[in-house]
């Protein structure tokens, strides 16, 4: 039989919703971006049928349960997806200089070099040894344009790549994904939304795809390929992201018996050396087999290879001071920290624009922190 790790219902790297009982009050910033979900038809975007109103049941859920879990902790306010973090690191991203014609948009200027914020987390799981999806965000700075988000105010100059260790997600739309956390919410698990005597309700392959989203090997944050899922613009194509070891990904799965072992592995491999990541585009060749509205699609990458177009380098360091820690915890990362040369596309990246926003400025609220997006590597009071 399929099984699925304890803590399904809130492993999704790409919606940050959890259901829940009663609706938390709105977010104004996150309302004003409901009513901002514009398609791009173009690039072969479609609406979904009631989507704005889908998008804004899951962000006013993912509130409440962000709300209810705060109140029953009793302290600090957790991210609802990806709140175990196993280091937030300094690096930097440089832009090849070779990088091709087509591709030098946006924020792929040749040879440009921007510092860089990574954080490497659990989707949803405490302990390292269970299955889940491990998430790799970037927050590149510096990044010059005109923004997709209005809240972020004046000055912010940040591009967030949200990655994950697998190249597909398992739902293909969003009133499935609805209807998925409502069978997790009220019957506790999520095989009867797979499974079931009604042949028309049963998802086999929605249940293949999510336990291949939640049982890739790794061994080390560091060594381990990651994915955009989801697609973006690159001015006027769609394309997907990928970030690769340079040396290669370790897909062994050998690990310690520990609890944190992911963790532990990030210390010991920065106490000694640098790492390194290729970051690659990918361009969408044949837009009917590469889908920009089902991230359940894999793009194939031996009819559209992936690209390098730069190169990730994270020093030598150590990352675990309390500092640093918080500091960390207070960034919020969202595909839609970007600016318009490279925007998300697909009904998945429209309900994050909301959905991140809503659980972002809850969460700072709660904790009583500021949503400032950083400028430097220089933490607030030091490591």
Request: charged letters at 20%.
């Amino acid at each position: 039989m399929t099984t699925f790790p304890r803590g399904f219902a809130v492993l999704s790297t790409l919606l940050l919703a959890g259901v829940a009982a009663c609706a938390a009050p709105r977010d104004d910033d996150a309302a004003t971006q409901a009513g901002e979900l514009s398609v791009d038809a173009a690039l072969g975007e479609v609406a979904e049928e009631d989507e704005e109103a889908i998008v804004r049941r899951i962000a006013d859920e993912a509130s409440a349960q962000l709300a209810n879990a705060h109140r029953a902790a009793g302290g600090v306010a957790k991210r609802d997806a990806h709140p175990k973090a196993h280091g937030c690191v300094t690096a930097s991203f440089t832009v090849a200089d070779d990088i091709p014609a087509d591709m030098r948009v946006g924020t792929f200027v040749p040879g440009k070099r921007y510092d860089a914020w990574i954080r490497f987390s659990n989707g949803s799981q405490a302990d390292d040894r269970s299955n889940d999806a491990r998430g790799m965000a970037i927050k590149v700075m510096g990044v010059d344009g005109p923004r997709l988000l209005a809240s972020e105010g004046p000055g912010a100059r940040t591009h967030d790549f949200v990655l994950s260790n697998h190249h597909t997600f398992f739902l293909d739309n969003l009133a499935d994904y609805v209807r998925f956390m409502e069978t997790v919410t009220t019957k506790g698990n999520p095989i009867s939304f797979f499974l079931s005597w009604n042949p028309l309700e049963l998802h086999l392959r929605a249940a293949w795809l999510a336990r291949k989203f939640t049982t890739q090997p790794i061994s080390d944050p560091l060594t381990s390929r990651y994915w955009s899922v989801t697609s973006y613009a690159l001015g006027r194509r769609p394309v997907k992201y990928s970030a690769t070891p340079c040396d290669g990904a370790d897909t062994s799965g050998e690990h310690p018996d520990a609890a944190d072992y992911l963790g532990q592995a990030m210390k010991a491999h920065l106490a000694g050396r640098d790492a390194c990541f290729t970051f690659s585009v990918q361009r969408q060749t044949t837009p009917a087999a590469m889908p920009v509205e089902d991230p359940t699609v894999t793009w194939d990458e031996d009819a559209s290879p992936f690209v390098p177009v730069g190169r990730v380098t994270i020093p030598r360091q150590t990352f675990d001071g309390a500092a640093q820690q918080t500091f960390c915890e207070n960034l919020s990362f969202t595909p839609w920290h970007a600016t318009q040369a490279h925007r998300p596309l697909g009904s998945t990246n429209r309900a994050r624009k909301v959905v991140y926003e809503a659980t972002s400025s809850l969460r700072h609220r709660l904790n009583g922190a500021p949503r400032v997006e950083p400028s430097s590597l220089v933490v607030p009071g030091g490591r």
